[in-house]
T-cell receptor
Framework: KAGVTQTPRYLIKTRGQQVTLSCSPI?????VSWYQQTPGQGLQFLFE???????NKGNFPGRFSGRQFSNSRSEMNVSTLELGDSALYLC?????????????FGQGTRLTVV | GQNIDQPTEMTATEGAIVQINCTYQ??????LFWYQQHAGEAPTFLSY????GLEEKGRFSSFLSRSKGYSYLLLKELQMKDSASYLC???????????FGKGNQVVVIP
């Protein structure tokens, strides 16, 4: 069965621009979570979606947003990019919830803001 | 955050045993995961503990003490391919999220 697919793998953007990242979960998984990973802070939770609804949100500014489609694919958007948004963005899919079942991570999208 | 603490880096010799510790806030605690992440790759699941005690899976074991807010991952018979970051992630009731520690980088040397 195919794993979690994230596109694109690499992105370079300029400050002030916006970006959209995509995540296709494992077939049959309905929960998709997004994380930001930086060397200094580790993995920080952005948000989690289940059946097209955002169930949980981390402590990120409103410039970070996301959505989930009826086929469980998810996108996250970052507007007005800042240099500090440079990071690896990881998405993870779980059958119903990441709380008590294994989460499967994608390879991530490495975003560089210049 | 939930103050999930892990030491940052350790070096060990091939064939040795290493123990990676993780402490967390106990209030509302549900369960604890360990993930392995090789450089440039996605984190992969190693273990899940929800009850006190030791869970053994081949060369890797994970221990949990709910009352102490403490877990450790034990890596035995270290191999070069075990060089990676080991991430502790905690879940709390009412939160559909994994709260990660910053990870512990293990470097295995010959």
């Amino acid at each position: 069965k195919a794993g979690v697919t994230q596109t694109p793998r690499y992105l370079i953007k300029t400050r002030g621009q916006q970006v959209t990242l995509s995540c296709s979960p494992i077939s049959g998984h309905r929960s998709v979570s997004w994380y930001q990973q930086t060397p200094g802070q580790g993995l920080q939770f952005l948000f989690e979606y289940f059946s097209e609804t955002q169930r949980n949100k981390g402590n990120f500014p409103g410039r970070f947003s996301g959505r989930q489609f009826s086929n469980s694919r998810s996108e996250m958007n970052v507007s007005t990019l800042e240099l500090g948004d440079s990071a690896l963005y990881l998405c993870a899919s779980s059958q119903d919830s990441p709380v008590n079942t294994e989460a499967f991570f994608g390879q991530g999208t490495r975003l560089t803001v210049v | 955050g939930q103050n999930i603490d892990q030491p940052t880096e350790m070096t060990a010799t091939e064939g040795a045993i290493v123990q990676i510790n993780c402490t967390y806030q106990t209030s509302g605690f549900n369960g604890l995961f360990w993930y392995q992440q090789h450089a440039g790759e996605a984190p992969t699941f190693l273990s899940y503990n929800v009850l006190d005690g030791l869970e053994e899976k081949g060369r890797f074991s994970s221990f949990l003490s709910r009352s102490k807010g403490y877990s450790y991952l034990l890596l035995k018979e270290l191999q070069m391919k075990d060089s990676a970051s080991y991430l502790c992630a905690v879940t709390y009731y009412g939160n559909n999220r994994l709260a990660f520690g910053k990870g512990n980088q293990v470097v295995v040397i010959p």
